[in-house]
Nanobody
Framework: VQLVESGGGLVQPGGSLRLSCAAS?????MRWYRQAPGKEREFVSS???????DYASSVKGRFTISQDNAKNTWYLQMNSLKPEDTAMYYC??????WGQGTQVTVSS
């Protein structure tokens, strides 16, 4: 399976971005992770085929994960962004395949 992330960029604090992760095949679940400079990669969110979701406490209430099964694409809607959300964001299949990442920078 191949994954391609998109949607990252530079946004001011309080702003929003929507990340996309397009897969080359249908999948039962997807996870989002992020890695800030000098820090370990951390879990952000996950979604399963039945629509069940999970979030890290640091993003709960601000980020929303979703899926479009017809398009084999997963999304991470990020609202109320903070400077500490700055990181490279990666999607990962539940089988362990990683995308190439997309950079999110939150700065004024």
């Amino acid at each position: 399976v191949q994954l391609v992330e998109s949607g990252g960029g530079l946004v001011q604090p309080g702003g929003s971005l929507r990340l996309s992760c397009a897969a080359s095949m249908s999948l039962n679940c997807m996870r989002w992770y992020r890695q800030a400079p000098g820090k370990e990669r951390e879990f952000v969110s996950s979604i399963h085929f039945d629509g069940s979701t999970d979030y890290a406490s640091s993003v709960k209430g601000r980020f929303t994960i979703s899926q479009d099964n017809a398009k084999n694409t997963w999304y991470l809607q990020m609202n109320s962004l903070k400077p500490e959300d700055t990181a490279m964001y990666y999607c990962q299949t539940c089988g362990g395949t990683w995308g190439q990442g997309t950079q999110v920078t939150v700065s004024s």
